[in-house]
């Protein structure tokens, strides 16, 4: 940015025509750097968005994994029967 066109922006002074077309320059150039930000923001939202939800997924995945290795999964099924027939058994 021209040093003049800078000081401009602490003043109240009125700038030169000359001036007039570097500011609307200046400002096309700012509002096309905006929208490429904007756009790179709006693909990094839908990319953490997806990394979030694979997580979710691995997460689930972990725990699924892990279930099957639960020590009641290696207990024979007659003694869950044992078990369950005697809770009936006690319960009114």
Do not use: G, W
């Not at 000081?7 to 009125?14: D, F, K, M, S």
């Not at 709006?42 to 953490?48: G, I, S, V």
């Not at 939800?53 to 290696?74: G, H």
Request: glycine fraction near 0%; include cysteine.
């Amino acid at each position: 940015m021209q040093p003049a066109i800078k000081e401009l922006l602490h003043t109240n002074r009125v700038p030169t025509d000359t001036q007039k077309c570097d500011i609307i320059d200046l400002i096309q150039v700012h509002q096309a750097r905006k929208s490429d930000i904007e756009f790179e923001r709006k693909r990094l939202l839908r990319a953490l968005e997806k990394t979030a939800q694979t997580l979710v997924e691995v997460s689930n995945m972990i725990m699924d994994l892990q279930a099957t290795l639960s020590p009641i999964k290696r207990m024979p099924n007659e003694i869950l029967a044992l078990i369950f027939e005697h809770y009936i058994s006690v319960t009114p």
